[in-house]
Structures are given as C-alpha cells and as structure tokens.
C-alpha cells in the first residue's frame, strides 16, 4: 500500500512518502486515486492526517513497459503537439517559419503535491511586491551588489546604467513586472518534501506561450491510454493570457492608442512560437506588437524631447525585453548605448533596469539573510513567513571570515552546494568536483564574488519519456522544476494589477545536472496533481 502523510508545519506543507517505494516508478506517484472509506482532509492538527491511495486497475508501470503502446503514443503524442501548436522552428533553419518541429516535450504529465503546487501559486503575489519593493531602493541594490560589480562586469555595465538613469530621475512612474519563480520539490532525509526556491527570473521569463498549449496534449495522451480520469488532474493554464493582460493593463495606463508594444528579440528566433501566443493575445485588443532586435534600435531609435521613444518612425509604449539578459546578447557598444537610450525613455520598460538587477543571484542571496524581508514587509509577517518558506540556503562568497566560511564548507562537501554565477539563461551553475577547481583557484581571490553559493535541492526522480526532435525514445529518470507566472504593474505607487497568472513545469533527464529547454537539456512538461 502507497501512502501519504501531509502535515502543517509552520508554514510549510510537508510530503511524507514510504521510503520503501519513492522514486522507483512513475507509478508510485501516479494514477493513484483516493480510497472513500479513508479520511481525507487537510489536518491542522500536529498529527498527520492519514490519507491513503490505492492504485489503480489499469498499473502504471504496465503502461511505462508496454513497448507497442508507447510507441503508439509516441507517434500521436507528436502529432497532438503539432495540433496544438507546442512548435518550435528547427537548428537547421531558426529564423524560418517554412520549417517547424514540436517543441520537446515529456509522453506523460509528471506528478506534483497538490498542497506543493498551491504553495507556490499562492506565494507568488508576494514575490511580485518583493521584487518591485527591491528595485525601489536604491540603497539596498547598491549595498548589496557593491562587491559583484567590483568583479562581474555585466552586472557593473547594468549597474552603470542604473546609476545614470537614476539621476537623471524617472521619466516614467509606470512598472511593468512580468516574471517567472522556479522551485524544485527538496526531499529531506527525516522523508519530508517541502517547495524550494531556484530562482526569480525577472526578465524574459520564458515558456508562457508554450505552456498555454500543452495540458490539451498530455490529456489527449491520457486518455488514448486508457487512463481518463486522471485528464482532471492536468490543470487548465495559460499564462499567455495573463502576462498579455499586464501589457495592456501597462499600454493602457501609458495613454496612447497608436503607441506600440515592442519586443525585443534575439538574433535567432527558434522559441519564437512562444512570444507569439502573448503577441497574439495583444492583438485581440487591438493593441499593436512590433519586434525588433538592439541593431534595429541602434538604426532608427530616438527619444524626442519629452523622452518618448520611437523606433522605425513609431512611438514605442512598452518595451517587452525577450532579449538582454545575458553578456552575448550585447555584440557591440551599439547594443549598450541602445539599452542606455531605452532605460532613459518614457516608454514603459518590461523589467526596468531596476528590476533587472532586482532578479540578480546575489540581490537573491542577501534577501534569503535574517532580517532582510523584514525591511521590505515591516508590518506582514505572514508575508515573510511564506516567503521565507521558499528558500533554501544561500551563502555569500564575499570576501572576509563569513565569504571564507562558505569556501571552506563548499569544499568539504562539493555536493551539497550549487556554485552560482550572476548569469541568466541555463546551463551557468557549477557542481560537484567542479566547485573545488573553481574555488579552490579563486578562494583567495575577490574573483569569488562573482558568486554565490546555494544548497543542492535533492528532489524524487520519476520515470518518463522525453520527446525531442531526432532523438531516440527511453525512459529516462527525471527531474522536475515548477515555475509560477507573476504580472504586476505599479502607477506611482500604487499597485495596480498583481496577480500569479500561470504555471510551467520543465523536466529534463537526471543525468544534466543543469541547463533549460532553450538549451536543449529540458523539455516541457505539465504537473498531474497528487
């Protein structure tokens, strides 16, 4: 028998698992359904509240192991994602829409805690108000991120500009946030499961479009395989509506209907598919979209004298940055000046450098320090604790007896700690015997604050297949990380929209220890609620 113990404790939502089963199969987790006769409530109670599931008839590892049904699966499965328009342009040709694959993407839905899931839905208007408290105070984003701009020069060139639009003061009193928190799900060895925070992505917070088209695929493949009454546990989603949602609330408030939204895009455009659906979602009211690229800025930007902004001949409303969030993404001192032209204009920019910055590893870590969410949240400690409640451990590498201490732990005992850069995009962070080659060159060296350090989440693998492109089908044991959608928008200072519009889940195989879709190592995903 497979059971689950879920109990409060303060504030965190704890799984409790039988060891003698967790992480063999998807089975174990999956395509369980409540017994009646059982109780089954949430308990409040310092005792846990038994609720017990029994499998089902139709046994999941039987489905994982019937070779000619999954294949069967397979080819439908890809077909589904190509109706559904889970698409992706190919290596071969990136910036052509004459030839289209489906994004990757996993055969089944992956099992998360309801109770987990909700955590971190319910969190995420408080991580909205926290980022958009940080990036008001100057003070703290220059204590805190003094030592990273002495030694990480993509943060000191963010942080110029910062500077320089700082005191110029700002020409525009409307903040757009649209972001992305990713968690893992952290099992303790006492066999608790609790919501740990990775990170905050405060720019270019990807897969929303995507993720707005997959739960219609993996109940399709449900229910050819027998198995629809789980179909309801494979949530509605679409964050493509609720990030467009902020844009307009944002175009609205900026107060001129000819004015555009303009993403900013990358170079090579193969997640293009994904911008389209919010793009699409701007259309439907009428508001206009342009993409354009830093060179394209760089040619035929300008602000006029009360700073609006016009790129091509157009005034531009919102900048939506869909690029710059990594040191590559600037080719030349062309591509900065046109950062710089942008952060100054009274267009609204999606995130402001401020907010930029606000999302950075090292703003994360010091926020994670007693006290800290305190300053933001002065009269709200059911805030704090729920914030709180998200993170794990993080470590500073600055340098001095607290910096050294971190060294010295990360090089007694490698993996349990995750060595972060201040970089964006997947495939940065450094692990295992790689964090002593690393630190053991630079723990004498102000080099190391370019870092921070983070404990390794220990998360249950499950067994699914991964479908990409070329590759052949396995089962492979997976990994999950659960990411949930905020948008706000500030008027001055009032909040004016804050809401968590969306989930994502991206699943890649055990063996990666880091590295996203975009980077070919994750696919997409959808939680089956447990």
């Known amino acids: 028998m497979f059971c689950l113990d879920l109990i409060r404790v303060a504030p965190v939502l704890r799984v409790h698992v039988d060891s003698g089963v967790i992480g063999v199969l998807l089975s174990d987790w999956l395509l369980l359904t409540v017994n009646q006769d059982l109780r089954c409530h949430r308990s409040e109670q310092t005792e846990p509240a038994d609720i017990r599931f029994s499998a089902m008839s139709v046994k999941w590892e039987d489905v994982l192991k019937d070779e000619n049904l999954i294949k069967n699966i397979e080819e439908l499965a890809k077909d589904s994602a190509l109706l559904h328009g889970v698409l992706m342009r190919t290596k071969e040709t990136p910036n052509s829409p004459e030839v289209v694959s489906y994004a990757p993407f996993t055969l089944f839905p992956t099992p998360v805690p309801t109770a987990l899931f909700q955590q971190a839905l319910a969190v995420q208007t408080h991580f909205n108000r926290l980022v958009d408290r940080v990036s008001q105070n100057p003070g703290f984003l220059e204590e805190t991120l003094a030592s990273t701009i002495k030694v990480d020069n993509f943060t000191a060139r963010l942080f110029n500009i910062y500077k320089q639009v700082q005191h110029e003061h700002h020409p525009q009193s409307i903040v757009l946030g649209l972001n992305r928190s990713d968690y893992m799900l952290d099992h303790s060895p006492d066999g608790g499961t609790s919501l740990k925070q990775i990170e905050i992505n405060t720019i270019a917070a990807s897969f929303g479009g995507l993720a707005s088209r997959t739960p219609d695929v993996h109940r399709h493949i449900l229910k050819v395989a027998n198995l629809p009454q789980e179909c309801s546990n494979v949530l509605d989603n679409n964050p493509a509506a609720g990030l467009a949602r902020g844009l307009a609330k944002a175009w609205e408030l900026y107060g001129s209907e000819r004015a555009v939204v303009m993403f900013l895009v990358e170079n090579v455009q193969r997640n293009i598919y994904d911008h389209r659906y919010v793009e699409n979602e701007l259309w439907k009211r009428n508001i206009p979209v342009i993409r354009r690229q830093f060179e394209d800025v760089c040619r035929t930007g300008s602000l006029d004298e009360s700073k609006r902004l016009f790129v091509d001949g157009r005034e531009v409303a919102i900048v939506y940055f869909r690029n710059g969030y990594m040191?590559?993404?600037?080719?030349?001192?062309?591509?900065?000046?046109?950062?710089?032209?942008?952060?100054?204009?009274?267009?609204?920019?999606?995130?402001?450098?401020?907010?930029?910055?606000?999302?950075?590893?090292?703003?994360?870590?010091?926020?994670?320090?007693?006290?800290?969410?305190?300053?933001?949240?002065?009269?709200?400690?059911?805030?704090?604790?729920?914030?709180?409640?998200?993170?794990?451990?993080?470590?500073?590498?600055?340098?001095?007896?607290?910096?050294?201490?971190?060294?010295?732990?990360?090089?007694?005992?490698?993996?349990?700690?995750?060595?972060?850069?201040?970089?964006?995009?997947?495939?940065?962070?450094?692990?295992?015997?790689?964090?002593?080659?690393?630190?053991?060159?630079?723990?004498?060296?102000?080099?190391?604050?370019?870092?921070?350090?983070?404990?390794?989440?220990?998360?249950?693998?499950?067994?699914?297949?991964?479908?990409?492109?070329?590759?052949?089908?396995?089962?492979?044991?997976?990994?999950?990380?659960?990411?949930?959608?905020?948008?706000?928008?500030?008027?001055g200072k009032d909040m004016v929209f804050n809401e968590c519009v969306g989930h994502l889940l991206r699943t890649k195989s055990s063996e990666h220890a880091d590295g996203g879709v975009a980077a070919g190592v994750a696919v997409l995903d959808n939680p089956l609620l447990v």
């Not at 000046?337 to 994360?364: F, N, W, Y």
Request: proline share 7%.
């Open 327 to 491: 040191p590559q993404n600037y080719t030349s001192e062309k591509s900065w000046e046109a950062r710089l032209m942008m952060e100054r204009s009274l267009a609204v920019k999606c995130p402001d450098i401020s907010t930029h910055l606000a999302g950075t590893k090292k703003v994360q870590q010091e926020l994670a320090r007693p006290g800290v969410l305190e300053r933001f949240f002065p009269d709200e400690p059911q805030t704090v604790a729920q914030i709180r409640a998200t993170f794990a451990g993080l470590y500073t590498l600055d340098m001095g007896e607290e910096g050294d201490k971190t060294v010295a732990m990360a090089l007694a005992n490698p993996d349990q700690y995750v060595l972060k850069p201040q970089r964006e995009g997947g495939g940065n962070n450094i692990y295992g015997n790689e964090i002593c080659e690393v630190l053991e060159n630079l723990k004498n060296s102000t080099e190391r604050m370019a870092y921070i350090l983070m404990d390794k989440i220990q998360p249950v693998p499950v067994q699914n297949y991964l479908l990409r492109p070329g590759a052949p089908l396995r089962l492979n044991s997976c990994l999950s990380e659960l990411g949930a959608f905020g948008a706000y928008v500030r008027k």
